[in-house]
């Protein structure tokens, strides 16, 4: 990976990730009566997990210390994109894939995304940087719409979609989950076990099966990316919030906002938190340019 190209794009920098989506063509609002079934559809599902060591420093007052980044371009990705498999998520060969047609995620770009999650990310005391040789993380940024498993009729197509999309947004946390796809229940039935996790996160299985918009981010140390061509993770964040109801353009600075306070930590688990009321304006975005260096 060249490095080097992320300091010529300007405040917000890029990354070259190959990534082409498919586009189905069939209208998912036949089904759409089913998504009643989710009470969840204000609730912003949160995952972050820390890596190698990484530990958020802080000063003398107790507020964490600044840290410097260059944002990545990951690029739009499907539940079901082969090479998606580049951020550690398995999902290829998912029954059920692809990205439905929507407009308000298909037209947002990443600029956009970047400038909107750069806000929150300040408010965590993570300021951008120009200067490589100063930039302490590489945050790759990746976002989406999953494909719900409600259109599936199958029940072991359904189990495969929940634990790919699971994996994709954060909820394998719930080891439940993965314990579903279980090849031996396709023969001697799920245990009593497995039907009772199921009702006691009948919630985030409900959550789970219906579209839903995401972003991922990934924290690499930027220096050893830069300087000895080695990704090591940090931190990773991952936030997603029901598709049904919502325009991820318009949301994303609230779903950003409420992921944010668990940037660079670890949740240890699943979090979901309520979508307030209104919307988080986040204002000009300003070029604050090179940070200079203790």
Known sequence: MNIRRFFSAGPFLLAACLVSPLHATMDD?????????????????????VFNGYVRERDAAGKFSRETYAFGNGGQVSSSYLGVDMISIATSGAPHGGVVSDPTIDDVGF??????????????NYLPSRNPNGTNILIMVYWGRS???YLDTDGN?????????????????????????????????????????DQLHSP????????RYYVIMQAFDFQAAWKHKR???????????????????????TMAHTASIYFGQDTGGLIRARIPEGQVDVGAVKDLGSVPQN
């Open 157 to 197: 197509d359904k189990d495969y979609v929940d634990a790919w999309n699971a994996q994709l947004m954060g909820f394998d946390t719930l080891r439940f989950i993965r314990e579903r796809t279980d090849a031996s229940t396709v023969f001697l039935g799920r245990s009593l076990r497995s039907q009772m996790l």
């Open 29 to 49: 609002d036949l089904f759409r009566p089913f998504s009643l079934v989710s009470g969840s559809e204000q609730l912003t599902a949160v995952s972050s997990k």
């Open 111 to 124: 600029d956009t995304i970047a400038r909107t999650i750069a806000l929150p990310l300040s408010e965590q």
């Open 231 to 253: 990704m090591k993770l940090l931190w990773e964040t991952r936030f997603s919030l029901s598709e049904r109801q919502h325009d991820f353009a318009r949301e994303l600075p």
């Open 147 to 149: 494909s719900g498993s």
């Open 204 to 211: 985030e299985i409900a959550a789970l099966q219906m579209d």
